[in-house]
């Protein structure tokens, strides 16, 4: 996992900065934008489906099982996981779901229904709409993909609790914005509301959807 900034984080942070006070508040705190950032297509979607509502330190654990149980592969291909029993995919800590997920997506990407290559050419919504076809994948999972697999600049998950608690936090709102009330304060963030949602992050003592710790500033 590689830590670096996308070629357009000097225009970010400028506009940013220009367009919207309490960003650049935030940025004076955190520092450069330098989002972690996962080269990985396959591998990363089934880390995310093995990650999905277990603590960390759990899921790594199966995650390391599962690629273990595939001897001599660095990582496993989407023919190798369709080949490997279900049962074999339990013993490492799977459950009969994320079994089912897992292969789903080891068929569609085999099947060259998800074709990671073609991805440079979509919109960000035609890549959230190929990527939930697979089952286990929600619009969420989607969302973080494009922004630390493919670093896509405009991305907004108006869904992450963290986003929602940073913004009413900062702006100084009663409650945890709506999604709408999120999308509407997002448009001064365009068009780089992924930048702006990992300030917000960074704003707050949480750890990232990209596994690191964010330090209280």
Same mark, same amino acid.
């Given at each position: 996992m590689a830590t670096s900034s996308p070629h357009y984080s000097r225009a970010a942070i400028a506009h940013l900065r220009r367009a919207d006070p309490v960003m650049a508040? +935030?940025?004076? %705190?955190?520092?450069?934008? %330098?989002?972690a950032r996962r080269p990985?297509?396959?591998?990363?979607?089934?880390?995310? +489906? &093995?990650?999905?509502?277990? *603590?960390?330190?759990?899921? %790594?654990? +199966?995650? /390391?099982?599962? &690629?273990?149980?595939?001897?001599?592969?660095?990582f496993p291909t989407p023919a190798q996981v369709l080949a490997m029993p279900d049962e074999t995919m339990?013993?490492?800590?799977?459950?009969?779901?994320?079994?089912i997920y897992i292969k789903d997506l080891a068929?569609? &990407?085999a099947g060259d229904l998800l074709n990671f290559r073609r991805?440079?050419?979509?919109?960000d919504e035609e890549i959230i709409e190929h990527l939930t076809m697979v089952k286990g994948i929600g619009r969420w999972t989607a969302e973080m993909f494009l922004m630390f697999n493919l670093w896509r600049p405009d991305v907004l998950p108006v869904?992450?609790?963290?986003?929602?608690? *940073? *913004?009413?936090? &900062?702006?100084?709102?009663?409650?945890?914005?709506?999604a709408k009330r999120l999308r509407q304060l997002g448009e001064q963030w365009r068009p780089y509301r992924s930048v702006a949602t990992w300030y917000l992050?960074?704003?707050? *003592?949480?750890?990232?959807? /990209?596994?690191?710790?964010?330090?209280?500033?």
């Open positions: 508040r +935030i940025i004076e %705190q955190v520092g450069p934008y %330098q989002p990985e297509r396959f591998h990363a979607l089934v880390r995310a +489906i &093995v990650f999905q509502q277990l *603590a960390g330190r759990a899921a %790594q654990t +199966i995650f /390391d099982r599962f &690629v273990a149980a595939f001897e001599g592969a660095r339990r013993k490492v800590g799977l459950s009969r779901q994320k079994t068929a569609h &990407v991805f440079r050419w979509m919109t869904d992450d609790l963290g986003v929602r608690n *940073a *913004a009413m936090k &900062v702006y100084r709102m009663r409650k945890p914005p709506t992050w960074r704003s707050m *003592a949480i750890t990232l959807p /990209d596994g690191r710790p964010s330090p209280r500033q």
